[in-house]
């Protein structure tokens, strides 16, 4: 049996090849920016911003290991050193899962709370300067639903 060769896809146009290599260079740009700015500001790091604001809002203000690294798009390895520092910083704490004996929930600690309000300020201004204010006139919602779209693709 002969394989069916894919038709060739379709070229992109200027405009979609200039889409596709803004965005591509907001996906390496945006990242360090805001993480700069978090370091020389609060010396703290995006990752562990990230992993302070995702347990603040969690149910409980914890998760399980597992989910908290695919939540923050890490691998549990680099999830498991960066908790580490966080909890030798007393922001967050590990406790055993009642469920599992195996695996165990990152807590967040009040430490570990106030420490994002303190860095909160300064994170929102540098996502304000970095990319909202550079989106006047543009729909949220829409460019929200497709940015959504294509993480969910």
Partial sequence: MTAVPSPAPRPLSR???AVVRA???VLLVIPR???ADLEREQRMSLSEYTVLRILSEAVG???RMSELASACDMSLSGMTRLVARLESLRFLERLPCESDARGFHAVLTGA???RLETAWPA???SVRRHIMDHLDGIDLGLLAAAL???ANS
């Fill in 15 to 17: 405009e979609e090849e």
């Fill in 23 to 25: 965005f591509g260079r």
């Fill in 33 to 35: 920016a805001l993480d």
């Fill in 61 to 63: 203000r914890r998760m």
């Fill in 112 to 114: 570990g709370l106030a």
């Fill in 123 to 125: 994170h929102l201004a």
């Fill in 148 to 150: 959504n779209k294509i």
